[in-house]
């Protein structure tokens, strides 16, 4: 069975601090991992999607890194400010479309000043 | 461009009632998808559309369900005698094209309360 694991499932932190998001996924075949910032009451919007030879990928202050191997990945978020508070959800796609991804719960986040 | 657009944002429903849920694909994009996300759970794939078509729907309750896209106006999502359990956040996506996974964009969702 396909599934993503996200960790931890929520996170605070102050504003200007750095934080790490972690993904483990169990998805076959793999196409890619995909990142995605979800604000409250909103859909989610993409912020970095990484392929099987990929292994970093940044998008300004948040960086992707992939382990294709161990089947890991995590959202590295620098200088934190108040509007990065949002959950961010790791998603994996078993192919080119949408509906071969399968979505992590999600980890919120909340930065305060 | 206005994006995916999904209406209402929030919706209340008696037991028993019927629930429409609309999507409007963004401008291109005859490709649709919708997703349900229940409480502290991610995103799950019900249904994936293209105009006038169900191309998979493997991801759809067996009953009380139903997606078209028809031919002119949006997507349409109808739950026929809502129950608690129905009560989550209703997502559209919308592609130009399948394969076009690179591409594809999320509207703002409808949440839906039973009550």
């Known amino acids: 069975k396909n599934q993503v694991e996200q960790s931890p499932q929520s996170l605070i932190i102050l504003e200007g601090k750095n934080c790490t998001l972690q993904c483990n996924y169990t998805v076959s075949p793999f196409s890619n991992l995909r990142w995605y910032k979800q604000d409250t009451g909103r859909g989610p919007v993409s912020l970095t999607i990484m392929t099987f030879s990929e292994n970093t990928k940044s998008n300004g202050r948040y960086t992707a890194t992939l382990d294709a191997d161990t089947k890991q990945s995590s959202l590295h978020i620098t200088a934190s400010q108040l509007s990065d508070s949002a959950s961010y959800i790791c998603v994996v796609s078993g192919g080119g479309s949408a509906r071969q991804l399968t979505f992590g719960s999600g980890t919120q986040l909340t930065v305060l000043p | 461009n206005a994006g995916v657009m999904q209406n209402p944002r929030h919706l209340v429903r008696r037991r028993g009632q019927e629930a429409r849920l609309r999507c409007s694909p963004m401008k291109g994009h005859s490709h649709v998808y919708w997703y349900r996300q229940l409480p502290e759970e991610g995103l799950k794939f019900m249904v994936y559309l293209q105009k006038e078509n169900i191309i998979d729907e493997s991801g759809m309750p067996k009953e009380r369900f139903s997606a078209e896209f028809p031919k002119e106006g949006p997507s349409i999502l109808r739950i026929q005698q809502v129950v608690r359990g129905d009560s989550a956040a209703y997502f559209c996506?919308?592609?130009?094209?399948?394969?076009?996974?690179?591409?594809?964009?999320f509207g703002s969702g409808t949440r839906l309360t039973v009550v």
């Open positions: 996506a919308s592609s130009p094209s399948e394969t076009g996974g690179y591409g594809y964009t």
